[in-house]
C-alpha cells in the first residue's frame, strides 16, 4: 500500500485532481510534464504503487488516478457485456470508459450506455454509484437499467443512452434566450432536489454531467462520487474509510468552498455548483476565473473565500439591464462563500427562479415597497396602465399606494414567514439524517430508525404550529411512500388538524395535507373517509386554481369512488383528471400515466374493454417512454394488461405475462412485497379461471403465511389471498368429486 506523501498532501491533490478532469492521454501527460520535479516524483509514486496494490487485490488502496504513463486497459466493440454488445467508446473519466451498446440477445431492440470500471479504479465507489442510481427514479435523472460484473470481474453499469449535448454548450448553439436558460436551470435544480429528499448529493455538477436532449430537455449524469448520506443493506457495498486530504474527488471550478476545504458535505454543495452553473448559463464566463484544473487548494480556497462578481458586471452593456437585480441576488444567494447562507436547499433555489420567471418577488432578495411595486406592475401590465390612467387627483394616488402598501406588507411578511419555516425544517431534517457520520464506524442508520427519530422529535416544535404541521406532514408523506399506511394515519391527522388551526389559514398546505390523508384511509378501506378528505382537498385546490394539483385530487377521488363501486362517477372524474393533466407542460408524465392506468381499471371494472384498452395504451406508452424497462409502474401496466387478455379468454398469454411481471416485482421490490404478494395471487385467480383450481389453491395456501407474516393478519391483502385460497379449494373439491 502506498506510504504517506512527504510533500504537501494539498498539492498532490491538486495534480491528481487535474488528472482526473483531463479527458485523455495527451491532456494528462501535459498535466504531469507541468509538474515541478519533486511533485511530479511524489505523484508517480503514488500512482505506481497504488497500481500495483490494486493488482494484489487491496480493495482498501486509494481510488487510483492514472497516470499518462499507465498502458490502456479497455474492452473493445464488439466485446459482449452482459446481455449487451459495445460499439464504440463515447466517453473516459478517472474511473471508468463508458460505451455505446445495444442488446446482444433477441429479448429486444435498445441502446444503452455501460459505465465499465478501469482495472485501476477503487471498485468502492463504483458500487456506490450503483447503489445511489438504483434509487432514483425521475425524468430529469439518466435511470440506471442493469448491472454487473465482466468475464474479468471489472463492475459495470447499463444505463440509459442520453443523446444529447452538455448544457452550456447547447444554450450557445441554440442561442438560448435568458429565460430559456433559467427554465434549463430551474429543471435541473428540481432534478438535484429529489436526489437530496432520497438523502443523495451529487457532489459533482458540471455542464459535462447535464446534458440537454433535442427536445430541450435537461438529464443529469453521473452519480458516481456522490456521497450517499443513509446507506443500503447491500453486502458488497463496504463503508469507507475516512477521506484522506489528497482522495478528495472534486472539479475545479465547479466544487464549493467546503469540497476544497474537504470538509464534511452537505446539500449546500449542490446548490453552489448550480449556482455556478447559472453563472456561466447566464454570462458564458466562470464566476471565479482563477479557480482552474492545476491550481493549489490553497489558490482555490483563497479564491473561493470571496463573493464572485455579480453576472450583471461581467457581460456586455446590452445585457446588463437583464440581469442586473433579481439574477445577480439569485445567483449570489447560491454561490455564498458561508453555506450557511446560500439557499437553503435546491428546491429553494428553483422556487425564487419560477418567482423570477413568473415577475414575483424572490425571497433573497430584500424586501422594499418599491420592488414589490415593480413586480406587481410587471404581472398585471395592462391593468397597471389603466390604473395610472385613472389616477386622475394626487389624493386618489395616495390613498390608492396606502392600501398597496398594507397588502404588499402583509405579503412580505407571509413570504418571511414561509421562508423561515422552510428553512427551520429543512434544517431540522438535514439534522436528522447527517447526524451519523458516514464515515466514522457506528450503527447504520435505518430508514425506520431515522423516521421514529425523527416522530420523537418533532415534539420540539409544539410551540410552532406551521413549522410543526409541514414537519409532521412529510414524515406522514415518507410512511406513505414506504406503504406504511398505519404509521402514517396519526401524523397525518395531526398534521391536518394543526393545518385547520392556522390563523390565518393556509389552504394549499391544508390541501396536501387532506390529500395524503385520503389517501392513508384509502390505503385502510375506510372509503367514505377518504372521499370525503379528497372531496375537500378538490375544492381547495380548485379555489387556488392550481390545475395540476386539481388534477391530483380528481384523479384520487376516482381511485376511491371505484373502489365504492361507483364506476361510472369514477370513469368521469378519471376524464376530468385527465382533461385537467394532458397537455401542459408543468405535468409529470409519469402522474399521468398513473392517470390513465386508473381510467383503465375503471373502465374494465365497467366491462368497457375497448376503451380500457385504449386508456392502458396510452399509460404503457409514457412508461415506456419515462421508465427503465423493468420498473414496478411498468410491471403494473403489464399485470392490468393481462388482467384483459384473461378476460378475453386467452389465459396462456395472461399468464405469460403475470409470471414475467412477478419476476419483476421480486427483482425489484422484493419477495414479501404487497405488490408482488398480490401480483402472485393474482396468478393464482388466472390458473384458477383457466381450470387449474388445485394448481391455484396450491400457490394461495402457500402464499397465505407469507401474507400474515408480511403484512398482518387483518392487512387488505392477506385477507383477499384467504378468500381466494377458500374458493380455489371450494372448486377444486367440486372437481374431485
Given at each position: 500500500?502506498?506510504?504517506?506523501?512527504?510533500?504537501?498532501?494539498?498539492?498532490?491533490?491538486?495534480?491528481?485532481?487535474?488528472?482526473?478532469?483531463?479527458?485523455?492521454?495527451?491532456?494528462?501527460?501535459?498535466?504531469?510534464?507541468?509538474?515541478?520535479?519533486?511533485?511530479?516524483?511524489?505523484?508517480?509514486?503514488?500512482?505506481?504503487?497504488?497500481?500495483?496494490?490494486?493488482?494484489?487485490?487491496?480493495l482498501a488502496a486509494p481510488p487510483a488516478r492514472?497516470?499518462?504513463?499507465?498502458?490502456?486497459?479497455?474492452?473493445?466493440?464488439?466485446?459482449?457485456?452482459?446481455?449487451?454488445?459495445?460499439?464504440?467508446?463515447?466517453?473516459?473519466?478517472?474511473?471508468g470508459v463508458v460505451y455505446r451498446a445495444s442488446?446482444?440477445?433477441?429479448?429486444?431492440?435498445?441502446?444503452?450506455?455501460?459505465?465499465?470500471?478501469?482495472?485501476?479504479?477503487?471498485?468502492?465507489?463504483?458500487?456506490?454509484?450503483?447503489?445511489?442510481?438504483?434509487?432514483?427514479?425521475?425524468?430529469?435523472?439518466?435511470?440506471?437499467?442493469?448491472?454487473?460484473?465482466?468475464?474479468?470481474?471489472?463492475?459495470?453499469?447499463?444505463?440509459?443512452?442520453?443523446?444529447?449535448?452538455?448544457?452550456?454548450?447547447?444554450?450557445?448553439?441554440?442561442?438560448?434566450?435568458?429565460?430559456?436558460?433559467?427554465?434549463?436551470?430551474?429543471?435541473?435544480?428540481?432534478?438535484?432536489?429529489?436526489?437530496?429528499?432520497?438523502?443523495?448529493?451529487?457532489?459533482?455538477?458540471?455542464?459535462?454531467?447535464?446534458?440537454?436532449?433535442?427536445?430541450?430537455?435537461?438529464?443529469?449524469?453521473?452519480?458516481?462520487?456522490?456521497?450517499?448520506?443513509?446507506?443500503?443493506?447491500?453486502?458488497?457495498?463496504?463503508?469507507?474509510?475516512?477521506?484522506?486530504?489528497?482522495?478528495?474527488?472534486?472539479?475545479?471550478?465547479?466544487?464549493?468552498?467546503?469540497?476544497?476545504?474537504?470538509?464534511?458535505?452537505?446539500?449546500?454543495?449542490?446548490?453552489?455548483?448550480?449556482?455556478?452553473?447559472?453563472?456561466?448559463?447566464?454570462?458564458?464566463?466562470?464566476?471565479?476565473?482563477?479557480?482552474?484544473?492545476?491550481?493549489?487548494?490553497?489558490?482555490?480556497?483563497?479564491?473561493?473565500?470571496?463573493?464572485?462578481?455579480?453576472?450583471?458586471?461581467?457581460?456586455?452593456?446590452?445585457?446588463?439591464?437583464?440581469?442586473?437585480?433579481?439574477?445577480?441576488?439569485?445567483?449570489?444567494?447560491?454561490?455564498?462563500?458561508?453555506?450557511?447562507?446560500?439557499?437553503?436547499?435546491?428546491?429553494?433555489?428553483?422556487?425564487?427562479?419560477?418567482r423570477h420567471l413568473e415577475a414575483r418577488p424572490?425571497?433573497?432578495?430584500?424586501?422594499?415597497?418599491?420592488?414589490?411595486?415593480?413586480?406587481?406592475?410587471?404581472?398585471?401590465?395592462?391593468?397597471?396602465?389603466?390604473?395610472?390612467?385613472?389616477?386622475?387627483?394626487?389624493?386618489?394616488?395616495?390613498?390608492?399606494?396606502?392600501?398597496?402598501?398594507?397588502?404588499?406588507?402583509?405579503?412580505?411578511?407571509?413570504?418571511?414567514?414561509?421562508?423561515?419555516?422552510?428553512?427551520?425544517?429543512?434544517?431540522?431534517?438535514?439534522?436528522?439524517?447527517?447526524?451519523?457520520?458516514?464515515?466514522?464506524?457506528?450503527?447504520?442508520?435505518?430508514?425506520?430508525?431515522?423516521?421514529?427519530?425523527?416522530?420523537?422529535?418533532?415534539?420540539?416544535?409544539?410551540?410552532?404550529?406551521?413549522?410543526?404541521?409541514?414537519?409532521?406532514?412529510?414524515?406522514?408523506?415518507?410512511?406513505?411512500?414506504?406503504?406504511?399506511?398505519?404509521?402514517?394515519?396519526?401524523?397525518?391527522?395531526?398534521?391536518?388538524?394543526?393545518?385547520?388551526?392556522?390563523?390565518?389559514?393556509?389552504?394549499?398546505?391544508?390541501?396536501?395535507?387532506?390529500?395524503?390523508?385520503?389517501?392513508?384511509?384509502?390505503?385502510?378501506?375506510?372509503?367514505?373517509?377518504?372521499?370525503?378528505?379528497?372531496?375537500?382537498?378538490?375544492?381547495?385546490?380548485?379555489?387556488?386554481?392550481?390545475?395540476?394539483?386539481?388534477?391530483?385530487?380528481?384523479?384520487?377521488?376516482?381511485?376511491?369512488?371505484?373502489?365504492?363501486?361507483?364506476?361510472?362517477?369514477?370513469?368521469?372524474?378519471?376524464?376530468?383528471?385527465?382533461?385537467?393533466?394532458?397537455?401542459?407542460?408543468?405535468?409529470?408524465?409519469?402522474?399521468?400515466?398513473?392517470?390513465?392506468?386508473?381510467?383503465?381499471?375503471?373502465?374494465?371494472?365497467?366491462?368497457?374493454?375497448?376503451?380500457?384498452?385504449?386508456?392502458?395504451?396510452?399509460?404503457?406508452?409514457?412508461?415506456?417512454?419515462?421508465?427503465?424497462?423493468?420498473?414496478?409502474?411498468?410491471?403494473?401496466?403489464?399485470?392490468?394488461?393481462?388482467?384483459?387478455?384473461?378476460?378475453?379468454?386467452?389465459?396462456?398469454?395472461?399468464?405469460?405475462?403475470?409470471?414475467?411481471?412477478?419476476?419483476?416485482?421480486?427483482?425489484?421490490?422484493?419477495?414479501?412485497?404487497?405488490?408482488?404478494?398480490?401480483?402472485?395471487?393474482?396468478?393464482?385467480?388466472?390458473?384458477?379461471?383457466?381450470?387449474?383450481?388445485?394448481?391455484?389453491?396450491?400457490?394461495?395456501?402457500?402464499?397465505?403465511?407469507?401474507?400474515?407474516?408480511?403484512?398482518?393478519?387483518?392487512?387488505?391483502?392477506?385477507?383477499?389471498?384467504?378468500?381466494?385460497?377458500?374458493?380455489?379449494?371450494?372448486?377444486?373439491?367440486?372437481?374431485?368429486?
Amino acid at each position: 500500500m502506498a506510504e504517506m506523501p512527504s510533500s504537501d498532501p494539498r498539492q498532490i491533490e491538486a495534480a491528481l485532481e487535474a488528472l482526473d478532469a483531463a479527458g485523455d492521454e495527451a491532456s494528462r501527460r501535459r498535466v504531469l510534464d507541468a509538474l515541478a520535479p519533486s511533485l511530479r516524483a511524489e505523484v508517480d509514486s503514488l500512482l505506481a504503487a497504488e497500481v500495483a496494490a490494486d493488482r494484489m487485490g487491496f480493495l482498501a488502496a486509494p481510488p487510483a488516478r492514472l497516470s499518462s504513463d499507465l498502458p490502456a486497459d479497455e474492452l473493445q466493440p464488439g466485446q459482449r457485456v452482459g446481455a449487451y454488445r459495445l460499439e464504440a467508446v463515447i466517453g473516459r473519466g478517472g474511473a471508468g470508459v463508458v460505451y455505446r451498446a445495444s442488446r446482444a440477445d433477441d429479448a429486444f431492440a435498445q441502446s444503452v450506455a455501460i459505465k465499465v470500471l478501469r482495472p485501476t479504479s477503487g471498485s468502492r465507489r463504483f458500487l456506490a454509484e450503483r447503489q445511489i442510481l438504483a434509487g432514483l427514479e425521475h425524468p430529469g435523472i439518466a435511470r440506471l437499467l442493469d448491472g454487473g460484473t465482466t468475464d474479468d470481474g471489472r463492475p459495470y453499469l447499463v444505463m440509459e443512452l442520453v443523446d444529447g449535448v452538455p448544457i452550456d454548450r447547447w444554450c450557445r448553439e441554440t442561442n438560448a434566450s435568458v429565460e430559456e436558460r433559467l427554465e434549463l436551470l430551474w429543471s435541473v435544480s428540481r432534478a438535484v432536489a429529489y436526489a437530496h429528499r432520497r438523502l443523495i448529493i451529487h457532489r459533482d455538477l458540471k455542464p459535462s454531467n447535464i446534458l440537454v436532449t433535442a427536445d430541450g430537455r435537461p438529464k443529469l449524469l453521473d452519480f458516481g462520487i456522490a456521497k450517499l448520506l443513509e446507506r443500503g443493506d447491500d453486502p458488497g457495498l463496504d463503508t469507507p474509510p475516512p477521506t484522506a486530504p489528497w482522495q478528495r474527488l472534486l472539479t475545479p471550478g465547479w466544487a464549493s468552498p467546503e469540497q476544497v476545504r474537504g470538509e464534511r458535505l452537505t446539500a449546500a454543495c449542490d446548490v453552489y455548483a448550480l449556482g455556478v452553473l447559472l453563472f456561466v448559463l447566464l454570462t458564458d464566463l466562470p464566476p471565479h476565473p482563477d479557480v482552474i484544473a492545476g491550481a493549489s487548494l490553497e489558490d482555490m480556497e483563497r479564491a473561493l473565500a470571496e463573493p464572485a462578481a455579480r453576472p450583471s458586471d461581467v457581460v456586455p452593456a446590452p445585457r446588463r439591464r437583464r440581469l442586473r437585480g433579481d439574477l445577480d441576488v439569485i445567483v449570489g444567494a447560491a454561490l455564498h462563500p458561508d453555506a450557511e447562507r446560500r439557499y437553503a436547499s435546491a428546491a429553494h433555489l428553483a422556487d425564487d427562479l419560477e418567482r423570477h420567471l413568473e415577475a414575483r418577488p424572490v425571497l433573497a432578495r430584500p424586501d422594499s415597497l418599491g420592488y414589490r411595486l415593480g413586480k406587481l406592475v410587471r404581472r398585471h401590465r395592462v391593468a397597471s396602465l389603466f390604473a395610472v390612467l385613472l389616477a386622475g387627483a394626487v389624493l386618489a394616488s395616495s390613498v390608492a399606494l396606502s392600501v398597496a402598501s398594507v397588502r404588499l406588507a402583509r405579503e412580505r411578511d407571509e413570504a418571511r414567514a414561509e421562508r423561515d419555516k422552510s428553512a427551520r425544517l429543512l434544517q431540522f431534517m438535514q439534522d436528522l439524517f447527517i447526524e451519523v457520520d458516514p464515515w466514522e464506524p457506528s450503527e447504520e442508520p435505518t430508514v425506520r430508525g431515522l423516521l421514529d427519530a425523527g416522530r420523537e422529535r418533532s415534539a420540539a416544535f409544539a410551540d410552532e404550529p406551521e413549522v410543526h404541521a409541514a414537519l409532521l406532514a412529510t414524515l406522514g408523506r415518507i410512511e406513505l411512500e414506504l406503504g406504511n399506511g398505519e404509521e402514517a394515519v396519526p401524523l397525518l391527522e395531526n398534521a391536518v388538524a394543526l393545518q385547520r388551526a392556522r390563523r390565518p389559514p393556509e389552504p394549499l398546505a391544508l390541501a396536501a395535507a387532506l390529500s395524503d390523508l385520503g389517501v392513508a384511509r384509502r390505503y385502510a378501506e375506510r372509503f367514505d373517509d377518504a372521499a370525503a378528505l379528497h372531496e375537500e382537498a378538490l375544492a381547495l385546490r380548485r379555489s387556488l386554481d392550481v390545475a395540476d394539483l386539481v388534477g391530483e385530487s380528481l384523479g384520487n377521488l376516482a381511485v376511491v369512488r371505484r373502489q365504492q363501486g361507483r364506476l361510472e362517477e369514477a370513469i368521469a372524474l378519471g376524464h376530468d383528471a385527465l382533461a385537467v393533466r394532458r397537455g401542459r407542460s408543468t405535468t409529470d408524465p409519469v402522474d399521468l400515466s398513473i392517470t390513465w392506468a386508473n381510467l383503465a381499471v375503471a373502465l374494465t371494472e365497467a366491462d368497457r374493454r375497448s376503451e380500457a384498452a385504449t386508456a392502458l395504451d396510452e399509460a404503457l406508452r409514457l412508461r415506456r417512454r419515462h421508465l427503465p424497462p423493468d420498473h414496478p409502474l411498468l410491471a403494473s401496466a403489464q399485470s392490468h394488461r393481462a388482467r384483459l387478455e384473461m378476460l378475453a379468454g386467452d389465459t396462456d398469454s395472461a399468464i405469460a405475462m403475470l409470471s414475467e411481471v412477478l419476476e419483476t416485482y421480486r427483482r425489484r421490490l422484493g419477495p414479501e412485497h404487497p405488490e408482488t404478494l398480490r401480483s402472485e395471487g393474482n396468478l393464482a385467480v388466472i390458473e384458477l379461471r383457466s381450470g387449474r383450481a388445485a394448481d391455484a389453491a396450491r400457490r394461495l395456501r402457500a402464499l397465505e403465511p407469507r401474507a400474515r407474516a408480511a403484512l398482518g393478519d387483518d392487512a387488505p391483502i392477506t385477507r383477499w389471498i384467504v378468500t381466494r385460497a377458500l374458493e380455489a379449494e371450494s372448486v377444486r373439491d367440486r372437481e374431485r368429486e
